[in-house]
């Protein structure tokens, strides 16, 4: 089978496509025939060394597609079985083994490439809005690059709670985009000279003066110090990625002057960490994709043979929504 490698830490061109054998699954696993694999922010931190990690390894951790084969063990899928993922290492492959208890069933309606987009990006969503900071009517949130992949999902779910969303990105196209994801404000911060002086500024300008009760932040090093002045007495600041690199340490007093501020930096896997947990993301973000509920939209399609392509565009600030290889 074709499979995408990254042979060492590296840019985009470490990315190689290689034959490799078919996975074998274990007896817990089930193998499936990739249909879309999800192209993600951390794969490129797996790829440039950001998070440590072994090479050469088979790139890629979502998608969706048919389960071909059953390990031993495996008691609730079969083969035909239509089937997405969120954390299977090598799915930017045309067959991968993803354990059985990774395996979302997917709704009668969602087609293979929404349902490859949504079990990261839209997980990462519903727990940022249903758990982290659970929003209610009248909250009033700022979020970053809201017409990315996790942005346009992230926008349409607080906007449901009844929030008002206050968004940025990079481009009058991205700006088009969130809007219709739900926002109520939007800034395009690629235009201001001093985004850590002047975004707190509008924020507060369009918050009467308080700023908001929760900044969504997955831009990271460049918008900080901008999120951490843009909260009012009391907020929180959700810091879930580092799309622009990581923040620097931080001085925890800090949040004292700042207004008895809290930060906190969660990530997908502690909140699916239960099967139980996990079905239950899936299905709040999955039923309402197929009943046509919740827009996936899908920005970007590469060969898998263009992995190194798809990288680039989306380190380069060039996507909007949702970017899948297809095998
Ligand atoms: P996106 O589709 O959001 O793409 C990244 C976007 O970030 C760009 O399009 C761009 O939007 C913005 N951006 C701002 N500065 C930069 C920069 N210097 N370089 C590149 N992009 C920049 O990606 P994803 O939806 O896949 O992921 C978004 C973030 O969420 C990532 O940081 C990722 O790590 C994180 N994440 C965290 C999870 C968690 O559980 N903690 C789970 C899933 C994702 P614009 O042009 O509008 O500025």
Redesign the pocket.
Known sequence: MRAVVATRAGGPEVLDVVDRPEPVPRPDEVLVRVAAAG????DT?LRTGTYPTHYPHVVGSEGAGEVVAVGADVTTLAPGDRVAWADAPGSYAELVAVPERSALVVPPGLDDRAAAALP??GM?AH??TASTFPLEHGHDVLL????????LLLTQLAAARGAHVLA????AE?ETLARAAGAADVIR??ELSDLTAELPALVRDRTGGRGVHVVYD??????FEASLASLRTRGTLVL??????QVPPFDLQRLNAGGSLFVT?????H?TATRDELEWRWREVADPAAAGALDVRVGATFPLADAADAHRA??????????LLLP
Not at 144 to 151: E, W
Not at 314 to 323: C, D, I, P, Q, S
């Open positions: 192209v993600n922010f951390i931190y990261l990006q990462t727990y940022l970053h690059a809201a017409a990315g992949g996790v942005g940025t990105v990079g481009s991205k911060y690629r997955s831009v990271g090093k460049d918008t879930f990625g580092g799309s622009s690199g930096r969660p990530t997908l896997g909140h989306l380190e380069g600030r060039a996507t909007t929504g949702k970017v």
